[in-house]
């Protein structure tokens, strides 16, 4: 797992690793037992102060969603998918087509931010003109 902090999105960077973490069980590219980098390697790899992910592992664990195992390191918890969410995303109909877009759209030259913004704003689109069709982030028409 590999944490990326937007500094200008506006949302502290230790929930950014808890949003990130969850968002990897949910989407199964975390399963129970896997181990978390240290807090050490994620303030090298990130520029953050290794207590900010201190504190996002200890609200993880407070959620379920990780074991901390003191002296060895943070797990996620056998649990976990039920905590964060139930659909892994190779079980989704529309995962390959949908990283089939988003390499297409790396390819022509669109940076990563951008291509997060382009689906952010077609979620809005969406809930903006079908309001039942993204509801509770799960999206009904699949």
């Known amino acids: 797992?590999?944490?990326?902090?937007?500094?200008?999105?506006?949302?502290?960077?230790?929930?950014?690793?808890?949003?990130?973490?969850?968002?990897?069980?949910?989407?199964?590219?975390?399963?129970?037992?896997?181990?978390?980098?240290?807090?050490?390697?994620?303030?090298?790899?990130?520029?953050?102060?290794?207590?900010?992910?201190?504190?996002?592992?200890?609200?993880?664990?407070?959620?379920?969603?990780?074991e901390l195992r003191q002296g060895v390191g943070t797990f996620i918890a056998g649990a976990a998918q039920a905590v964060a969410g139930t659909v892994a995303a190779s079980e989704s109909p529309l995962y390959a087509g949908l990283k089939q877009w988003v390499g297409r759209a790396l390819d022509v030259g669109l940076a990563e931010e951008d291509v997060r913004d382009l689906v952010e704003l077609i979620l809005q689109e969406c809930r903006e003109s079908e309001p039942r069709a993204v509801e509770g982030g799960r999206d009904h028409h699949a």
């Open 1 to 66: 797992m590999r944490y990326y902090i937007e500094r200008r999105r506006g949302v502290t960077a230790h929930q950014q690793i808890v949003e990130q973490t969850k968002r990897a069980v949910r989407m199964g590219v975390l399963k129970p037992g896997d181990r978390l980098p240290t807090a050490r390697e994620v303030a090298e790899t990130c520029a953050v102060n290794p207590n900010t992910t201190l504190k996002a592992y200890r609200e993880l664990d407070r959620d379920g969603v990780v």
